[in-house]
Nanobody, 122 residues
Framework: VQLQASGGGLVQAGGSLRLSCADSGRTFSNYVMGWFRQAPGMEREFVSAISWTGRRTNYANSVKGRFSCSRDNAKNTVYLQMNSLEPADTAVYYC????????????????WGQGTQVTVSS
């Protein structure tokens, strides 16, 4: 698994961004995919996860109803659609892969992308 995240940028509050994370490997569909974020001076935190087929999703309470996670296994890509962005969403966003569903723990995600910066201005 080799993950590459993209799509970050600067957006005004209330705006939208879509992050993408592509896997250059051949086993993408074997993994649960997750998104995490880390704001300056803060610990990395769980944002969202999606099951192997995409039928199940999980979200942190802080983004529920605003963010939507999806995946396209034919393209080896997972997406995070972020709407109604707030300054508190400013962070570096990371995609990650896990073997099991139902976890929000960083240690359970064994593969990580390099992160993409999202900045929301007020």
């Amino acid at each position: 698994v080799q993950l590459q995240a993209s799509g970050g940028g600067l957006v005004q509050a209330g705006g939208s961004l879509r992050l993408s994370c592509a896997d250059s490997g051949r086993t993408f569909s074997n993994y649960v995919m997750g998104w995490f974020r880390q704001a300056p001076g803060m610990e990395r935190e769980f944002v969202s996860a999606i099951s192997w087929t995409g039928r199940r999703t999980n979200y942190a309470n802080s983004v529920k109803g605003r963010f939507s996670c999806s995946r396209d296994n034919a393209k080896n890509t997972v997406y995070l659609q972020m709407n109604s962005l707030e300054p508190a969403d400013t962070a570096v966003y990371y995609c990650a892969a896990a073997d099991q569903w139902g976890t929000t723990t960083l240690a359970d995600f064994g593969y990580w992308g390099q992160g993409t910066q999202v900045t929301v201005s007020s």
